[in-house]
């Protein structure tokens, strides 16, 4: 393995995600979107109060992302991160571009380890994007006053941004993890759709699963239970158990993936 052409095979594979027209949609969707929601939220006279900070949505803009990180976990992460290393794989199957890539100067691990740097890479600047769109919507829209937290104290605007910054990264094991699931998926099924459409229905089942009674450490071992792991960042003692949890759950997800693909991918006969 050799650092200069895995360098190189990198600046390849971003330069193929960023040059697709559809990711590029995706990018401007996760900037655009947040500025939608909140219009359309003081459009509105009846706010999401069942939902977490939903009262507060025109009352500081602090809310607004923890209410769109909220929403977001159940469906929109996972479908972002599928998306993110879905076609990784599948896209050279469905091109026949192999015999092209895997080259003398570049072996199978090179283009491996390119292929899913580049993936992890876009699935982290989509969690980038929303994240700094939602709150930069909330702050311009609505503006920085104070933050009750779920404790009921009020949380000035210098520590609520660090909170609300904090609540977006936490999130970011779980997105890596699904990212790599789909680039699992993607090699051994090696069709895109499969690829990103069985992550977000596994992340359903899990959604399903978490919300059933039963012993509480079966449901922190499902990956989706990262995505309302930040909660305990919005109170007035802030608690860092189940962020904890989160991480740890969200980096074995990716390492277990990781080694399922690179398997799948040196065994596999591209002749």
Known sequence: MNARLIIASIGVEWAKVSMHNRNRALVALCALAPFLFIA??????????????????????????????????????PVLASIAGGEMFAAEDRYRTWSTILTRSADRTDVFVAKVIAAFAFCCLLLLVLASSSICAGLIVVGKQPLIDLSGALVPAHMAVGRVALAWLSVAPACVGFTAIALVLSLATRNGAAAIGLPVVGAFAMQLCAMLDGAELPRRLLLVSSFSAWHGLLNEHPYHGALTYGIVVGVTYTIASVAIAYRLFRDRDFA
């Open 40 to 77: 359309i939220m003081q459009a509105q006279t009846n706010l999401p109060t069942d939902t977490l900070f939903g009262r507060e949505l025109n009352e500081t803009g602090f809310a607004t992302p923890l209410v769109i990180l909220g929403f977001a976990g159940l469906w929109v992460l």
